[in-house]
């Protein structure tokens, strides 16, 4: 027998954000708020996210484009996160907010950074995640170390 969406998506959704962070989410949900949760369980992770033509890493980089034009920062760290465990880089992440920050503006950018890096400290430092990740210096050269300039 095949897996419904939701359980798909329930699957999924566990493995990119952590069963903890599916587990609050879950706990949190009361009458009014608790369809919505299956709502985005369902068809986010169980309809979209399943789908074989983008892999998680590049799902995952699209989500962070686009949650950072929604200015969306509570979902933004949920997701750098997820982009993390889905293989992306931290060079991968900064060059997606800076091409985002050109589309949809500096201030949406600024917070969009500000957000990634302290995720990506976070995780650095090992708090809630074994996964290791290289911060603050991100792989890419600053300005004054490619051409001299401040």
Not at 24 to 44: G, H, K, T, W
Not at 75 to 86: F, Q
Not at 105 to 113: K, S
Request: hydrophobic share 40%; glycine share 10%.
């Amino acid at each position: 027998m095949s897996e419904t969406p939701y359980e798909t998506g329930l699957k999924i959704r566990s493995e990119v954000l952590g069963p903890d962070h599916v587990a609050r989410a879950m706990d949190a949900a009361n009458a009014f708020s608790r369809p919505m949760q299956e709502l985005v369980i369902e068809y986010c992770w169980g309809t979209i996210w399943s789908r074989p033509a983008l892999g998680r890493r590049e799902r995952s980089l699209v989500n962070l484009a686009m949650i950072t034009a929604l200015n969306r920062p509570r979902e933004l760290a949920v997701h750098v996160r997820g982009a993390i465990t889905n293989g992306c880089t931290a060079a991968e992440i900064q060059e997606v907010l800076l091409q985002a920050s050109i589309y949809c503006g500096v201030p949406a950018g600024l917070d969009a950074f500000r957000i990634a890096e302290s995720v990506l400290g976070d995780l650095a430092a090992g708090e809630e995640s074994g996964v290791e990740v290289e911060t603050p210096g991100v792989g890419a050269p600053t300005r004054s170390e490619s051409n001299g300039e401040p």
